[in-house]
């Protein structure tokens, strides 16, 4: 059989992901002649080669050549395909994150010290099941926290999962603190340890779902299990570590081999131990606060679509999603202005035909908008028929009636409606809403453009959105996005 001669173009090409890629010659023996990967990435070059009779034509080189040694150490701790498989925020995030899980390490067994210390570790005198019944009363409060928690704030955290993701940190502080601060108070032993492992509780519920969510988020190949999975090895807990258990993790078993040098150090030394407590916390929010602010989410919120939406007024630009990120309040995110409800059910915002005819008036899009001047409240009545962009529009609506009672530059037509707000009675209200409605079929068609030009995505949403909806034979047709 005639090979033929080795040619100087390549015959084909390999890369892994977003890596180099190398060629591929025909060698005189018939050979397949592979390059090595390049100096950019893994610091040696050269070639080698494979003969015919492999599986996929050549025979499996050494490991070691065939296979980077970097690439094959990152793919321990980072998910398949990086970084294209993930979002660009991923790696700052991550770098920040694995430092206040360092810190929160650290922390934790400083707390975990101070507990058993108080619950009577080491003192001959204390007696087993006094110690049994206080771990018993501790836990029965957490699970009882979690459950109440669970079900009162579990909707909203997918909307402000940054903001949530902050404050579980903070309150995982705050619990350790308790937990340090207890055997000094030996009375109030019992009590301050159940608040403490109340507080650790909803940390938990918190961290977990605010940490699903942003690996929603982080997820760009329909990848979560593998995000999570390498976020776990990187030493970032679904949810804040309880203080007595540490993940066989790379941070936290740094964490656990300093904390047995540390321990001994401070144990001996109360405002030592209490010293090196606020320098770790110290770290742990700043750490944390910078991983948040490091997200760049793409999908809207009520914050976020304010941001937008007040720059947009003002400049007639969109802010892209980095900007908005960054402009995006993160300590005061939990209590807006204008308190904007959607997904209402009918029954609350109309009682009588009148009513609902009023209310129907000048509606052409499904979803009905009633606004409350008085307590500066929108709520949104939505139709079966409503869709993402539909409530995209409605938000954006109920925030556009807000900026009518704020200051700053406003559209010439909106700044007349402004003016009609401050000067006229409240009852003025419904015909406020329905000229609102007119301004937007002009206005938010650029806007929605806007968003999807600047790199925002509108096909969903994070808008908290109740799952009320309803239907209205008083309207007329309805246009849909």
Same mark, same amino acid.
């Given at each position: 059989?005639?090979?033929?001669?080795?040619?100087?173009?390549?015959?084909?090409?390999?890369? %892994?992901?977003?890596?180099?890629?190398?060629?591929?010659?025909?060698?005189?023996?018939?050979?397949?002649?592979?390059?090595?990967?390049?100096?950019?990435?893994?610091?040696?070059?050269?070639?080698?080669?494979?003969?015919?009779?492999?599986?996929?034509?050549?025979?499996?080189?050494?490991?070691?050549?065939?296979?980077?040694?970097?690439?094959?150490?990152?793919?321990?701790?980072?998910?398949?395909?990086?970084?294209?498989?993930?979002?660009?925020?991923?790696?700052?995030?991550?770098?920040?994150?694995?430092?206040?899980?360092?810190?929160?390490?650290?922390?934790?067994?400083?707390?975990?010290?101070?507990?058993?210390?108080?619950?009577?570790?080491?003192?001959?005198?204390?007696?087993?099941?006094?110690?049994?019944?206080?771990?018993?009363?501790?836990?029965?409060?957490?699970?009882?926290?979690?459950?109440?928690?669970?079900?009162?704030?579990?909707?909203?955290?997918?909307?402000?999962?940054?903001?949530?993701?902050?404050?579980?940190?903070?309150?995982?502080?705050?619990?350790? %603190?308790?937990?340090?601060?207890?055997?000094?108070?030996?009375?109030?032993?019992?009590?301050?340890?159940?608040?403490?492992?109340?507080?650790?509780?909803?940390?938990?519920?918190?961290?977990?779902?605010?940490?699903?969510?942003?690996?929603?988020?982080?997820?760009?190949?329909?990848?979560?299990?593998?995000?999570?999975?390498?976020?776990?090895?990187?030493?970032?807990?679904?949810?804040?570590?309880?203080?007595?258990?540490?993940?066989?993790?790379?941070?936290?078993?740094?964490?656990?081999?300093?904390?047995?040098?540390?321990?001994?150090?401070?144990?001996?030394?109360?405002?030592?131990?209490?010293?090196?407590?606020?320098?770790?916390?110290?770290?742990?929010?700043?750490?944390?606060?910078?991983?948040? &602010?490091?997200?760049?989410?793409?999908?809207?919120?009520?914050?976020?679509?304010?941001?937008?939406?007040?720059?947009?007024?003002? &400049?007639?630009?969109?802010?892209?999603?980095?900007?908005?990120?960054?402009?995006?309040?993160?300590?005061?995110?939990?209590?807006?202005?204008?308190?904007?409800?959607?997904?209402?059910?009918?029954?609350?915002?109309?009682?009588?035909?009148?009513?609902?005819?009023?209310?129907?008036?000048?509606?052409?899009?499904?979803?009905?908008?009633?606004?409350?001047?008085?307590?500066?409240?929108?709520?949104?009545?939505?139709?079966?028929?409503?869709?993402?962009?539909?409530?995209?529009?409605?938000?954006?609506?109920?925030?556009?009636?807000?900026?009518?009672?704020?200051?700053?530059?406003?559209?010439?037509?909106?700044?007349?409606?402004?003016? &009609?707000?401050?000067?006229?009675?409240?009852?003025?209200?419904?015909?406020?809403?329905?000229?609102?409605?007119?301004?937007?079929?002009?206005? %938010?068609?650029?806007?929605?453009?806007?968003?999807?030009?600047?790199?925002?995505?509108?096909?969903?949403?994070?808008?908290?959105?109740?799952?009320?909806?309803?239907?209205?034979?008083?309207?007329?047709?309805?246009?849909?996005?």
């Amino acid at each position: 059989m005639a090979y033929v001669a080795r040619s100087e173009a390549p015959l084909c090409s390999e890369q %892994f992901g977003s890596g180099t890629a190398r060629g591929c010659r025909a060698a005189a023996d018939g050979s397949l002649q592979w390059e090595a990967w390049g100096r950019r990435w893994w610091g040696f070059s050269g070639a080698f080669t494979t003969k015919p009779g492999g599986r996929d034509g050549g025979e499996r080189v050494a490991p070691g050549t065939a296979v980077p040694p970097l690439s094959r150490l990152l793919a321990v701790f980072l998910p398949q395909g990086f970084p294209d498989s993930v979002s660009p925020d991923y790696l700052p995030y991550q770098l920040w994150d694995s430092v206040q899980a360092f810190a929160s390490s650290l922390s934790g067994s400083l707390a975990t010290h101070a507990v058993l210390l108080g619950i009577g570790v080491g003192n001959a005198k204390a007696s087993v099941s006094a110690a049994t019944a206080t771990w018993l009363v501790k836990d029965s409060t957490g699970m009882l926290g979690r459950i109440i928690f669970a079900w009162w704030m579990g909707s909203k955290m997918d909307c402000n999962a940054k903001q949530w993701r902050l404050f579980a940190d903070i309150l995982n502080d705050v619990a350790m %603190f308790l937990e340090i601060m207890a055997p000094i108070f030996p009375i109030c032993f019992t009590m301050t340890i159940c608040i403490s492992n109340l507080a650790k509780c909803i940390v938990g519920v918190a961290g977990g779902a605010t940490r699903a969510a942003l690996t929603m988020h982080q997820a760009r190949r329909n990848n979560m299990a593998d995000v999570s999975a390498k976020d776990g090895s990187q030493g970032s807990p679904p949810a804040p570590i309880p203080s007595a258990i540490f993940q066989e993790t790379l941070v936290s078993l740094a964490g656990l081999l300093v904390s047995l040098l540390m321990l001994p150090l401070v144990s001996d030394c109360p405002s030592l131990s209490l010293g090196c407590f606020f320098l770790l916390t110290a770290l742990h929010i700043y750490a944390n606060y910078r991983a948040v &602010r490091a997200l760049v989410i793409e999908t809207l919120n009520e914050g976020r679509l304010w941001l937008v939406l007040k720059h947009f007024l003002q &400049r007639g630009e969109v802010l892209g999603p980095a900007l908005a990120n960054q402009m995006e309040p993160l300590w005061t995110g939990f209590w807006p202005s204008l308190s904007l409800s959607l997904g209402v059910p009918l029954h609350r915002v109309t009682s009588s035909v009148f009513e609902l005819q009023k209310l129907v008036e000048g509606h052409q899009e499904p979803y009905l908008l009633r606004w409350d001047l008085s307590q500066n409240q929108v709520q949104v009545v939505l139709s079966q028929m409503a869709g993402p962009e539909t409530i995209l529009r409605a938000a954006t609506h109920g925030l556009v009636l807000g900026a009518l009672q704020g200051d700053g530059a406003l559209p010439g037509e909106l700044e007349g409606l402004r003016n &009609r707000v401050r000067a006229g009675p409240e009852k003025e209200s419904c015909v406020i809403v329905r000229e609102t409605h007119q301004v937007l079929d002009k206005l %938010f068609p650029k806007f929605l453009k806007g968003l999807q030009d600047a790199g925002w995505r509108t096909e969903n949403h994070q808008l908290e959105v109740d799952e009320w909806r309803a239907t209205w034979l008083l309207c007329p047709e309805k246009k849909l996005l």
